[in-house]
């Protein structure tokens, strides 16, 4: 069953939303050559803390997961699990995935950042799924398909070259982390769940440079390519509104296109 959020609930989703974004753009501002994603977790865990909120990803799932953020490096496609033996290195990528709950109601977001300099063919990848979110995204409108916000980040990634990942998906958001309905990165135009203002979505694009094949590692949590050529994430929770989309994770002046 998909909740539709009154205007009241998503001002609450908007409050941690702008927690997500401002845990988000403190870990962007520390990420370099030689720290290790505990630290990366360290900084997202205090954050969350000081705001009072709670991490939506801490203790999620089974086995639990045991941290605040998902640090993703390279190859890993979604959910790294933060350690102080994973240090970031010149020319690699890492995606961050941070969840907060506040006064019941979560928000989720993601952001891929550069580790020092990359090639341009990874910034490329980089920059082509921040896009693929913003294409989907100006399709969220009441009346319109989830397939038309599917289609239109498939085609952007796949125009591209790019395998777009179908294992795993975006979601409904609220009072869980995880609600009705799934917002796959691939689909057709036209088909699906029609939208209607007060749905709130998390929409997130896993792109990958090679193959769209990914697996689990034996952590039963960390995803990564079959190939293991590197792979991109970007991701906001959102509000499907009568004047349009409304995003609640992004940061002040953060670029949104
Ligand atoms: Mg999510």
Redesign the pocket.
């Known amino acids: 069953m998909v909740h539709i959020k009154s205007a009241h609930e998503i001002e609450k989703m908007a409050e941690a939303g702008r927690i997500v974004a401002s845990v988000l753009l403190a870990v962007s501002r520390q990420v370099r050559p030689g720290i290790s994603t505990a630290d990366l977790d360290a900084t997202a865990r205090d954050l969350i803390a000081q705001s009072g909120g709670v991490p939506s990803f801490l203790g999620y799932g089974q086995p639990p997961f045991p941290a605040a953020i998902c640090a993703s490096i390279d190859a890993e496609v979604v959910h790294g699990i933060p350690s102080p033996k994973r240090i970031l290195r010149e020319g690699s990528i890492i995606s961050v995935?941070v969840?907060v709950c506040l006064d019941g109601y979560h928000a989720?977001a993601?952001r891929t950042f550069a580790v020092g300099q990359i090639s341009p063919e990874v910034d490329r990848l980089v920059q082509v799924t921040r896009e693929s979110f913003w294409k989907g995204l100006a399709q969220a409108l009441p009346g319109h398909r989830l397939g038309d916000l599917s289609a239109a980040v498939q085609t952007h990634a796949e125009k591209h070259g790019y395998g777009v990942v179908r294992e795993l998906t975006?979601?409904g958001?609220g009072r869980n982390?995880?609600e009705e309905p799934d917002l796959p990165n691939f689909g057709r135009a036209g088909h699906g769940l029609r939208l209607e203002a007060g749905m709130v979505l998390?929409m997130?694009p896993m792109i990958n440079l090679g193959t769209r094949r990914v697996l689990m590692l034996e952590d039963g949590w960390t995803i990564v390519t079959a190939d293991g050529r590197p792979s991109a994430h970007y991701?906001n929770t959102f509000a499907v509104t009568d004047n349009g989309p409304l995003v609640l994770t992004a940061w002040q002046g953060e670029e949104t296109a």
Do not use: F, N, R, V
Request: hydrophobic share 35%; glycine share 16%.
């Open positions: 995935d969840g989720d993601a975006g979601h958001i982390l995880h998390a997130e991701e």
